[in-house]
Nanobody
Framework: QVHLVESGGGLVQTGGSLRLSCAASGRSFNSLGWFRQAPGKEREFVAAMNMNTGTARYADSARGRFTISGDNAKNTVYLQMNSLSPGDTAVYYC????????????????WGQGTQVTVSS
């Protein structure tokens, strides 16, 4: 069992930054990932990190603007989001997986409740 708690969401203006955190309990995972879901849209992959190797994977929409990082001592993964635009508005979810990173939400085992990110124009 893995329990995931996201934090750090909020309201920010276009061009601003936010840092999301995901604290994981338990250790039945190797990878932690971030997904997001905007109203009326399907959930989409943002970024993921293999916590053992430090290897990161990004969606094209995130690459160059978002940075994922991890702290194994705290079982926490972070998502630093810069140059935010209204298109980034969504609920951001953290998810865990027992093996390597994947861009497919069906590959992840446990999910957090999500944190709302709203970017105003």
């Amino acid at each position: 069992q893995v329990h995931l708690v996201e934090s750090g969401g909020g309201l920010v203006q276009t061009g601003g930054s936010l840092r999301l955190s995901c604290a994981a309990s338990g250790r039945s995972f190797n990878s932690l990932g971030w997904f997001r879901q905007a109203p009326g849209k399907e959930r989409e992959f943002v970024a993921a990190m293999n916590m053992n190797t430090g290897t990161a994977r990004y969606a094209d929409s995130a690459r160059g603007r978002f940075t994922i990082s991890g702290d194994n001592a705290k079982n926490t993964v972070y998502l630093q989001m810069n140059s935010l635009s209204p298109g980034d508005t969504a609920v951001y979810y953290c998810a865990s997986r027992r093996t390597v990173t994947s861009p497919y939400d069906s590959d992840y085992d446990y999910w957090g409740q999500g944190t709302q990110v709203t970017v105003s124009s």
